[in-house]
């Protein structure tokens, strides 16, 4: 499914649903709203966890995020994942990809490492039909402009290895270290450096925690940060949003991501997000804290963002 494509119809703006509370808990069509959910069990078990708490979007791991160990998706596997979500109100799957991967990494052992790690990602949201796979931009260690260049040529050669219609969406990073992809502008830079055909599979995930850390005003300049995203990348290329709060000050460089509307971002950017036309087709996926109950948190979550939609 190409993403210029996804938005199916949407019949009503959230903005002018009736303010009863049952209307601000129901998913609205096409509404494109969820949570990363555990794939405990297998990945047939995702769906009926984002069923569970209402959600209309989900994301997960297709592994284990902080291991190396790799795994392919067999045919029973990709069919049980099928029909799991047929049965769910979910339209868009996101995946994340490893927290170990580094494709701009100047070490060529560890880059070829990133690289064939990052390959099978790519092979297995395409067996699973995923529509979104979301990236972190790599950390550069050495020089800048060498490590973009790398990361961008990494893409490129995943991309060509493994066809199929998952988009990849490079992430907004918070900024620390060495770490690529914290302004509009380097964003714009990887994925210039991809072949044009290449990077027609290609968009971004802005995360609203680490675009506030790395110094981009949603509280005070809402209008302005997003202006400035479609005068550098475009506003076509904003195809997954990871709705997160913060625990951390105004340009912090840190990622520490806290419940909506109770961090350093408070209510006011969700509420644009949730009621902004120009979000409507664009993936909406909470990483918060889960607490010790992660159905009840996220459902609370959902909860809170469609009351938002519908003017509260
Ligand atoms: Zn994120
Ligand atoms: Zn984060």
Redesign the pocket.
Known sequence: MSPAKQPKARPRRSAGAPATAPAAKAPAAGELLGAHVSIAGGTHEAPPRAGEIGATAMQMFTKMANRWAERAVDDAEARGFRAALAQTPVAVTVVHDSYLINLASPDPALRRRSIESFVAELERCHALGITYLVSHPGNFMDEREAGVQRNADAIAEALERVPGKTVLCMETTAGAGTVIGSTFEELARLLDLVPARLRRRMGVCL?T??VYSAGYDLVRDFDGVFARFDDVLGADRLRVLHL?DSKTPFDSRR?R?ELIGEGTLGPEPFRRIMTGDRFRAVAKVL?TPKLDDATKTDRKMLARLREYAAGH
Do not use: G, I
């Open positions: 995360d925690c680490h997160n990622d991501h990483e």
